[in-house]
Each structure stands twice: as C-alpha cells, then as structure tokens.
C-alpha cells in the first residue's frame, strides 16, 4: 500500500513567489495535516483538513493557505514568500478516528528554499 | 499552552549498547498522550511509541521503552541494543486527550547517531 507522498521533493523560489505543495494521503484517510519544520524548530503545525474542509490552523499568517480536494488530496499554497518561509514541508494524514491518538503517516517531504 | 523541551540536541551511541534519550513537557492537563517519533535522514517519520498518561505502566515496543514520570512531567525513550538503524531524528509530542493529532506538539527533536 502506498504511502502518504509530496511533490515535488525540492522547490526554489524568490522573495515574493508563490509556492504550491502537493499531498496524497494513505487511502481511506480523510484528514491531511502540514507541518512546518524548520531547522531547530522542531515541527510547527500549519493546517489540518478533514472531509474538504480547514479544521484547525495553526500560528502562521493568512498567506499560508491551503484546501483539500474530493479525492482527499490537498495541495499547501505559500504566497508572497519570504526567506523565512525555506523549510522542510511535511504533509501527514490519518484516519479520522484515530486522529485523537496522535498517530500520523508522514510523507517525506517538501524543501522549500526561498532566495 | 502546552511545552515539549528536547535538552539534548545530539546524542551518540554505541551499536549494541544502551541510550536515553530525555524529554520534558509542560501541561496543566491530567489525561493525555506522549509519543516517540523517528526521522531517518530522507525518509519519513514513524511513530515509535506511544503513552496514554492514565496508564502507569511504561510503553515497551520491542527495544524501544519509555520511562514516564508523570509528576515529574517527564517522558524518556531508552534504546536497547543499538542497531545503525536506528540512526535518526528523534521528536517527542504530545496531545491532549481531548484533542484531535492537530493538536501535537513536538520538541524540537535530539539527533540519535549510532557508531561501530
């Protein structure tokens, strides 16, 4: 069975670029979650979706945004970058009943690195 | 708000020995639940092991056991027999039990390297 995958593996950008990150979860899983994680900061929460709709978000600001699709797939957009924003991007899912354990399904990732 | 505190950015150990790896958290909250997750370089995060803070016994998954110490908020992974594999980035995270996984923090994790 497949697991959670991200595209693409690397992104570079400029200040001020938009960036898309891409996201198919575990089949049979309808929450996605994306993660932040950026050197020695541990993994910050971004967004959580469930069933197409924004469940949760965390402490970033609005041009971080995000949707998921019918297929529960969910795409993560980055507007008006800043350099700040180059991190690891970690997309994870779940199954709706077992999100209150905590345990996730993490992809690899997405590198985004803004110049 | 909930702290996860990983004091140990880098650990080394040796193949075959023994290692802990130390995690403290702040919570006012009497139920809810810690874990262990693994980063290997380029690969993805796994959960090790989980532990409800109701249960007072200390989750074991084959070598891998915790040491929680509820009172002292304290939540520790030891690993047994250290295998190469075993290489990676270790995160600690909590959950209230009333929450959902979007709820998780995480620490900013201890670097684990396995030697021969």
């Known amino acids: 069975e497949a697991g959670v995958t991200q595209s693409p593996t690397h992104l570079i950008k400029t200040r001020g670029q938009q960036a898309t990150l891409r996201c198919s979860p575990i089949s049979g899983h309808t929450s996605v979650y994306w993660y932040q994680q950026a050197l020695g900061l541990g993994l910050q929460f971004l967004l959580w979706y469930d069933e197409g709709e924004e469940r949760n978000r965390g402490n970033f600001p609005p041009r971080f945004s995000g949707r998921q699709f019918p297929n529960y797939s969910s795409e993560l957009n980055v507007n008006a970058l800043e350099l700040e924003d180059s991190a690891l991007y970690l997309c994870?899912?779940?199954?709706?009943?077992?999100?209150?354990?905590?345990?996730?399904?993490f992809g690899e990732g997405s590198r985004l690195t803004v110049l | 708000a909930q702290t996860v505190t990983q004091s140990q950015p880098e650990m080394s150990v040796q193949e075959a020995e023994t290692v802990t790896l130390s995690c403290t958290y702040d919570t006012s909250e009497s139920d809810y639940y810690l874990f262990w997750y693994k980063q290997p370089p380029s690969r993805q995060m796994i959960l090790v092991i989980r532990?409800?803070?109701?249960?007072?016994q200390n989750a074991t998954e084959n070598r891998f056991s915790v040491n929680f110490q509820k009172a002292a908020k304290s939540f520790s992974l030891k690993i047994s027999d250290s295998q190469l594999g075993d290489a990676a980035m270790y995160f600690c995270a909590y959950a209230p039990n009333t929450g959902t996984a979007s709820k998780l923090t995480f620490g900013t994790g201890t670097r684990l390297q396995v030697t021969l």
């Open positions: 532990q409800e803070a109701y249960k007072q």
């Open positions: 994870a899912s779940s199954l709706q009943g077992a999100s209150n354990t905590g345990e996730l399904f």
